[in-house]
Every structure is written in C-alpha cells, then in structure tokens.
C-alpha cells in the first residue's frame, strides 16, 4: 500500500483502490489532496496490470463533504483563491483513465466530493448518502466540472434544481434520477462495490476499455460520428 498524506493507494489483484483518506475533516478536498490525487492517478493511467478502479472515502460520515473552504475561500476574492484548485488538472485526468472506475459513496458526498464521483464511470451508494452541490450558497459555481457532468449524468431540470438552489437528495431520489446505479446498505457498500469490480475485471481489459472510449467519445459526436468511431474500435484487436 502506497499511503500519501490525503490518500491511500492499494492494488490487489489488478484492482486499485483509491481512499480519500481524511476522515476527521470528512475527506474534505484541500490542496494536498489535490497533489496526493495527480500523483496516483497519473500512476494508474500508465499501469496496464490495473483493470479497474475502486475510488471510496474513509471514515463513517463521508465519501468527500466538499472542498476545504479554509483553503479555498479565504483570499478575496473567492473566484481568485479557488484558481489553486486547476493548478494540476486532477478532473481530467480523473475523466482520461482508461480503466473502468467505480465510486463508492458513503455519506456526504458534497460539492467536491460529488464532482470526484461524477468523473467515475459507475457510482454504488449505501442507503445514507447526502448528495449535492452547495456552491451557489458561496456565491460561487461548482468549478471541477460540475455544471457540465451532472446535466450530462441525469435530465437537465433536476441539474438545474440542484446547481441553483444547492438542494440535497437522498439515496432514494439519487437513484431513481440515475445519478447512482445502486443502493445497497452501508455493511454491503464495499463488498457489492468489490464484487462488480471483480466481475469487470475478469472480462477482456481492452475490450473494457475501448467500450468505455467508444462511450464517452460518442457522446461528443454526432450518431453518424459515432457509430464510425465504434466501427474503427471494433475493429482494432485486443490482444493483450
């Protein structure tokens, strides 16, 4: 296990895990972690023996409550401080890992914490999660792609509702709206988690992997665009 100050990075059996690793503070994200974040993900976008990825939270309260505002909002004016945070561009490395990457959430998910699930490919929630994005209560807007990955995870008036008025849902209204793809009890989280990663894992990596390019390539393409783009990755071979 590779432990840094903010994270903990483990690889089992081809499957890494990614623990956002400041319980008492709710695994709020500050500028350690940020640097903490660009190092192991960097290190698994270059592992080919990785075949998926686990990204979970410690502790019993929260996946991630948000950003540290103690670093984030205390020089005026807020929009300058939080300049800090695209320094090293965590979000698009997060959204460039070719291996399929699975949240766990738990908890708060909050802010920060939800754009970090919003850039996971699947996202599994036990039945106590709290889910939003508080930022306009700042006086700011989500600024690690907020605004653009939650309108293109569920329907735009539900995205609006929470980007405008910081509105929290439950695991319920979370899954029924899409933006989770289960609910499972709090005991069940990790082992669920664990279990469709391992499934995930034991198919062809790179025919893993091309899908989940074929997808979200596509979605920036038009249909006939797209469906060229899957011809040519079908046809390209996935030997190992």
């Not at 996971?120 to 930022?135: F, K, M, Q, W, Y």
């Not at 391992?198 to 390539?217: E, F, H, M, T």
Request: proline content about 5%; hydrophobic content about 45%; overall charge negative.
């Amino acid at each position: 296990m590779s432990d840094f100050a903010t994270v903990c990075y483990e690889i089992k059996d081809h499957l890494a895990y990614v623990t956002l690793n400041r319980p008492d503070a709710l695994n709020v994200y500050n500028i350690q972690m940020r640097d903490d974040l660009f190092q192991v993900l960097s290190a698994i976008k270059e592992d080919s023996e990785i075949n998926s990825v686990v990204v979970k939270g410690a502790g019993e309260k929260a996946f991630c409550a948000g950003a540290d505002l103690s670093e984030f909002l205390t020089a005026p004016p807020a929009v300058s401080a939080r300049e800090v945070r695209w320094a090293r561009d965590v979000w698009g490395l997060f959204l460039g890992i070719p291996q399929p990457v699975i949240a766990a959430l738990h908890g708060f998910v909050l802010g920060s914490g939800l754009e970090i699930a919003l850039c996971c490919d699947i996202r599994i929630a036990s039945d106590d999660i709290r889910i939003g994005l508080p930022e306009v209560g700042l006086g700011i807007i989500p600024a690690a792609g907020g605004t653009q990955t939650l309108p293109r995870t569920i329907q735009q008036p539900l995205a609006l509702d929470m980007l405008m008025t910081g509105r929290w849902i439950d695991s319920k209204e979370a899954h029924r709206c899409g933006l989770v793809n289960e609910v499972t009890t709090r005991d069940t989280l990790l082992a669920t988690v664990e279990e469709l990663a391992r499934k995930i894992g034991s198919y062809n990596p790179l025919a893993v992997q091309k899908a989940k390019q074929a997808v979200l390539r596509g979605l920036d393409l038009s249909l006939a665009d797209g469906l060229d783009l899957e011809r040519r990755l079908a046809g390209l071979p996935c030997e190992l």
